[in-house]
């Protein structure tokens, strides 16, 4: 059975402990002492009884003695004043009795006690009464024994009176007890239910101000009502203080503007607090709450990106931080940031998502003016690169690291100084980025840059500049734009070459206009003299020497001045593959029996504006050139060609704009160029033959007519390669031509499925590239042997076989065999470098297009190949089958 | 299970009974058997009782009270009655430390050490002048003699069927020095105040 005591008010709690107290200790005092006293009555008793026993013994002896029993009998009857003694006997020394008193007539006890030897006195409590035996000793000797017995009613009696004083304590003490329990307990329990009725108080209405009253003691209630007191006193601070920060905090939301919000997962229920409405542009008090509501209100765009954001936070378990678009009531758009937090409950169930969401339209516009300027950056093909204190790179974009062979991923802490060669980062180091430091500004100038994969130097016009705090002009870092100047260094030689050129020229030209007139005086008065002279005259002889040598300065003075410009040219239209064949016959006198000749013309080649004899003249000079480097013979081509030119291929070429050429291209096996020599190949007078051998003007020539022409004319050599030289003549406008060629890029587009044969990746990727871009189907191969797996692989048939040359394993040639036994008359493409055609054996009608090649043209190319094919195979689908 | 334990203590009691009896009879009077109580002849209970009337006797005139330095005599004047009893009862007592003494005498001037002195009734005609030698000596005079303590006795033996009772002449007592103890007084029969 369980007692439940807290069920009761500690006035009563304390009342009936002192009762109970009071009550126990009453009851033990009493029953000890009852105790006590029943166990020292007994003996007092016997005390009593053995000197009423003596007294009766000393006042019988001599009865006793002189055998008087009546004397004793008198004495014993004084006994009856003892009302507790029952009996007396007095016995002589034989035992035999001698006199008796009995209280109670007529009641004799029999058999008394004895004494045993050796003790005066033996005493019995047995059956209500006491029995004492005492020897009556007269002067030494044993003469009787006195028999008392007595009754125990002096112990009831006793019992009794001190059961009663016991009971009459107790019901004088009880009450006592209950009175001072009742003052001490008013006096103890009164702080206590005062403390417990504040505490009621406080915890009811949360009123913190009120105190108990100090109750003046010292005890241990009073420190606890103290502590109490102060620890309402604390609260009210704390809450004062709690106040005020949650007055800070909403000072601090409304004016951050950060709205709270939460996301109740059982119901799906989002509710935010009055922060979030301006958020939404909504006015306060507006229904926001709702997660149909609050959806409404996100970009569409952006929807299933929050929900899933969130979602994937509960499960996960982690925070969240999401920026989405909200479109106002009004229609404006405005980008938040939200971030979110799981909530759990004391079961450590997810309760909910909560968090902060605040606007972040301005940074977003910020983020993405930044953005703008970034792709600047990114997008300008200069190089644009930061540079910290140490030397590391902190910046460089997309065009910089294109530059110099960096990967941006690598970028980034690379040392600026190995982007520069040894001596050009010294330089810098040095003396450029101290004197920027010491505040001369930026540095613009000339500078060379090392392509970190191919360690050749670039070009570069470096602007270098210091970036400083705007707020306290502290140094920040280094920044650097740099144009690849390559380029304009190549133009620029170009045009020096040309301007060295045309000066050369025209000194020249003004010598040989000059030497012209006295040629002219020369050779006319020779003439009028072999006219006034007879033939046989011996003077004739000599005469005529004068003439022929003064028509061989001429010739040579025409040659010059033709270099110079200066010549007069008919400008007519020519068709270039006429011009060539009017001159078959004289070249192949003109190259030898050891030079063989191959003209490779295209069919349709334009028109242009130029003088035909001028033209005649080049494809002389440039074969005799050719010639003389092959002093044991080799071969010569001669080209012909309709010329696209892009944007991209026009760069470089000084002079060159994009649009339609006729190409003449002139091709041998020779001994090849030095850049030093090909750099002076146009010079007047430059030539690498002995002394006596040429008079190093047949290419000024060439180059001259160009000039005047208005061409363009590009050396393509190494030692040892051979050369060719290719003319570019504008074509005529169109309208002059009647041939139909391609005036804009044709459509190149296809879906035919081609083969790609290159063994190098870069070119072999860049022509993959632009032909998947434009529909085609393409099967790589990086050889001839890969290239003839495929063949045979492929389950798709190949439209056309798009190969290069030069090809480790197996060329390009024997590739081309073993496709056309495969696919017999389906078109091949070769894409030979500058001269690659001149090594193959026999001269198939091949079809080539020269590296390097755009990818208009490219497209060109392949698109006409495979028309061609189509056209070929609807002529044979046309003509009805030959019967024969 | 109370009786059983009655009885045993009956029967330990009654040991205790024999063993009390035995010891009171090796102490007082041989007896021949512990059964045996024979019934004391007259002479044997005066032996006694003249053994005892010393011990009753609170001072003794200017006689020093006895003991343990000299000896108690009890004279027996003029013909013995008592024959062994005087000298049985008196055998082994003493009175507070001197030893009892029985002394018989024939002429009255033997007297005067005696403390308690008994006249014999052969004396009977004797008493004047016996009194008048022992004159106000503190001698305790014993007789059965009749009148005895009307004719100058102190102690008076007076047969009372069975019991031998005695008469005190206590202004006698007094007049010789001796004080007697009321318990003697109180046992006796006639107690003369007044000569």
Redesign the interface.
């Known amino acids: 059975m369980k007692f439940n005591l807290g069920r009761y008010s500690i006035r009563k709690k304390l009342t009936w402990m002192n009762l109970l107290v009071s009550g126990a200790t009453l009851l033990l005092a009493s029953s000890a002492y009852v105790a006590y006293e029943l166990a020292t009555l007994r003996l007092s008793m016997v005390q009593n009884l053995s000197i009423e026993a003596q007294i009766v013994s000393a006042?019988c002896?001599?009865?006793v003695?002189?055998?008087?029993p009546d004397?004793a009998r008198n004495?014993l009857s004084a006994l009856s004043a003892a009302p507790h003694i029952v009996s007396v006997s007095i016995y002589d020394?034989?035992?035999?009795p001698f006199a008796t008193y009995s209280r109670d007539p007529g009641e004799i006890r029999e058999?008394p006690?004895?004494?045993?030897?050796g003790r005066p006195e033996v005493h019995k409590f047995a059956n209500n009464s006491l029995e004492l035996v005492r020897a009556i000793v007269?002067?030494g000797?044993?003469i009787g024994s006195v028999h008392m017995r007595s009754d125990l009613t002096e112990i009831s009696d006793r019992l009794l009176r001190y059961g009663g004083i016991a009971v009459v304590i107790l019901l004088i003490c009880l009450p006592a007890a209950l009175l001072f329990s009742a003052i001490f307990q008013r006096e103890t329990a009164r702080p206590l239910i005062q403390l417990a009725d504040v505490a009621r108080v406080v915890s009811r209405d949360k009123e913190y101000s009120v105190r108990i009253p100090a109750s003046g003691s010292r005890d241990e209630i009073a420190l606890l009502i103290d502590a109490f007191n102060e620890m309402l006193g604390q609260i009210q601070i704390r809450d004062a203080a709690l106040l005020q920060a949650h007055e800070r905090l909403n000072l601090a939301l409304k004016s951050s503007g950060v709205g709270t919000w939460r996301w109740e997962i059982a119901d799906g229920a989002i509710v935010g607090d009055d922060f979030m409405y301006p958020l939404f542009g909504l006015d306060p008090g507006a229904d926001l709450n709702g997660y149909e509501k609050f959806f409404r209100m996100v970009h569409p765009r952006d929807r299933e990106r929050v929900r899933r954001t969130a979602t994937e936070s509960l499960r996960i378990d982690a925070p969240f931080e999401i920026e989405f678009r909200v479109i106002w009531p009004n229609g404006s758009v405005h980008t938040l940031t939200a971030r979110g937090n799981m909530f759990r409950d004391e079961n450590n169930q997810p309760v909910r998502l909560t968090g902060v969401c605040w606007d972040v339209s301005a940074r977003r516009l910020a983020e993405e003016e930044r953005q703008k300027f970034v792709s600047l950056v990114e997008q300008t093909d200069d190089f644009v690169g930061m540079m910290a204190l140490d030397g590391t790179i902190i910046y460089i974009n997309h065009a910089g690291c294109r530059l110099v062979g960096l990967e941006a991923r690598r970028a980034i802490g690379t040392s600026f100084a190995d982007l520069h060669p040894e001596d050009a980062w010294s330089n810098l180091s040095g003396e450029i980025l101290p004197s920027v430091l010491r505040g001369d500004g930026n540095w613009v100038g000339e500078a060379r840059l090392r392509h970190l994969a191919t360690q050749q130097p670039i070009n570069v016009l470096m602007n270098i500049f210091p970036v400083n705090d705007p707020e306290t002009g502290q140094l920040l870092c280094f920044a650097a734009i740099m144009r690849d100047v390559t380029e304009r260094k190549q133009l620029e030689q170009q045009l020096l070459q040309s301007q060295k050129l045309d000066s050369i020229g025209q000194l020249a030209g003004g010598v040989a206009h000059d030497f012209n007139n006295l040629l002219t005086i020369i050779s006319g008065y020779s003439e009028l003299i072999l006219g006034r002279c007879d033939p046989n005259d011996p003077v004739v002889e000599p005469v005529e020497q004068i003439s022929r040598a003064a028509a061989r300065a001429a010739a040579l003075t025409r040659q010059l001045l033709s270099f110079a410009s200066r010549q007069a040219s008919e400008q007519k239209d020519v068709h270039l593959n006429d011009v060539v064949a009017n001159i078959e016959k004289m070249l192949r006198r003109l190259i030898g029996e050891d030079v063989q000749l191959s003209l490779s013309l295209q069919p349709d080649i334009g028109i242009f504006r130029a003088d035909p004899n001028q033209v005649e003249q080049i494809i002389v000079n440039l074969a005799i050139n050719a010639r003389d480097a092959m002093p044991g013979g080799g071969k010569l081509l001669i080209e012909t060609a309709n010329i696209y030119i892009d944007e991209e291929s026009a760069q470089g070429r000084l002079a060159l704009e994009p649009g339609h050429y006729i190409m003449l291209a002139v091709s041998d096996t020779g001994v090849g160029m030095s850049p030093e020599v090909k750099s002076r190949i146009f010079e007047p007078f430059f030539t690498t033959k002995e002394r006596g051998k040429g008079t190093g003007l047949g290419l000024s020539t060439v180059y001259g007519i160009v000039q005047q022409s208005k061409a363009s004319i590009t050396v393509l050599s190494e030692p040892g390669q051979g050369a060719t030289f290719r003319v570019l003549f504008p074509a005529a406008p169109a309208g002059k031509t009647g041939a139909s060629e391609p005036i804009a890029p044709p459509p190149s587009a296809g879906t035919e499925t081609i083969l790609l044969a290159e063994d190098e990746a870069g070119v072999r990727g860049y022509v993959r590239h632009v032909l998947e871009r434009n529909g085609y189907r393409v099967a790589e191969a990086s050889n001839g042997l890969e290239a003839m797996d495929v063949i045979h692989s492929f389950p798709v048939p190949i439209d056309l076989l798009l190969t290069d040359v030069v090809m480790p394993e197996c060329g390009g040639v024997e590739l081309a065999e073993h496709f056309s036994g495969v696919y017999p008359g389906v078109p091949v493409l070769f894409m030979s470098g500058y001269n690659d055609r001149l090594w193959m054996e026999g001269d198939q009608a091949v079809n080539f297009i020269q590296k390097p090649f755009s990818s208009p043209a490219l497209l060109a190319r392949i698109r006409e190949l495979l028309d061609a094919r189509l056209e070929a195979g609807q002529k044979t689908a046309d003509t009805p089958p030959q019967t024969s | 299970m109370t009786a059983p334990f009655r009885s045993r203590r009956r029967s330990a009691a009654r040991r205790i009974l024999l063993a009390v009896l035995l010891a009171i009879c090796l102490h007082t009077v041989p007896c021949a058997s512990a059964q045996d109580r024979p019934h004391p002849t007259e002479y044997q209970i005066k032996a006694q009782y003249l053994t005892d009337f010393g011990r009753f006797v609170k001072k003794w005139g200017n006689r020093p009270a006895p003991g343990p330095d000299e000896s108690f005599a009890i004279c027996v004047l003029g013909q013995d009655p008592y024959g062994q009893s005087l000298d049985t009862a008196v055998h082994g007592e003493n009175i507070g430390g001197s030893p009892l003494v029985v002394r018989r005498i024939a002429q009255p001037i033997d007297a005067t050490g005696c403390r308690i002195l008994f006249i014999s009734s052969s004396e009977s005609g004797q008493l004047q002048d016996i009194f008048g030698v022992i004159g106000t000596a503190p001698v305790l005079t014993v007789s059965d003699i009749p009148d005895f303590v009307r004719r100058g006795g102190i102690i008076e033996f007076v047969p009372d069927g069975n019991r031998v009772k005695f008469e005190i002449n206590l202004a006698l007592a007094q007049r010789v020095g001796l004080s007697l103890s009321s318990d003697l007084l109180k046992v006796a029969r006639v107690v003369r105040r007044t000569p």
């Open positions: 006042n002896a001599s009865a003695v002189f055998g008087d004397s004495t020394a034989q035992g035999a058999t006690l004895t004494l045993p030897e007269f002067q000797k044993l």
